[in-house]
């Protein structure tokens, strides 16, 4: 059984910078795309950055310029760095691969305010 584990959320002020991380067991990870998605109150969960086996990325134009992410294929890890930091970015945020998801993770929490 797959296990997702992120972290790396807090509370910060406007532009300010994190990096959350997600740890994945239990599967042959570095055959999968994987993605980073949140979700804020009251809204839907969406994709933000999608990363490839082979290193290729991309984002959503919302994070785009700001968020970077990367992944460790020797540690079964995935990153997001998110730099300059909005109101509007705060959210749960999840790791996932981004096609036939496994079971989610517990999420990291994300808020931004002054």
Do not use: H
Not at 30 to 58: C, F
């Amino acid at each position: 059984q797959v296990s997702l584990v992120e972290s790396g959320g807090a509370l910060v002020q406007p532009g300010a910078s994190l990096r959350l991380s997600c740890v994945v067991s239990g599967s042959i990870f570095q055959i999968y795309s994987m993605g980073w998605y949140r979700q804020a109150p009251g809204k839907q969960r969406e994709l933000v950055a999608t990363i490839t086996g082979g290193g290729s990325t991309s984002y959503s134009e919302a994070v785009k310029g700001r968020f970077t992410i990367s992944r460790d294929n020797a540690r079964n890890i995935v990153y997001l760095l998110m730099n300059d930091l909005k109101d509007e970015d705060t959210a749960v945020y999840y790791c996932n691969k981004n096609t036939g998801p496994w079971a989610w993770g517990r999420g990291t929490q994300v808020t931004v305010s002054l």
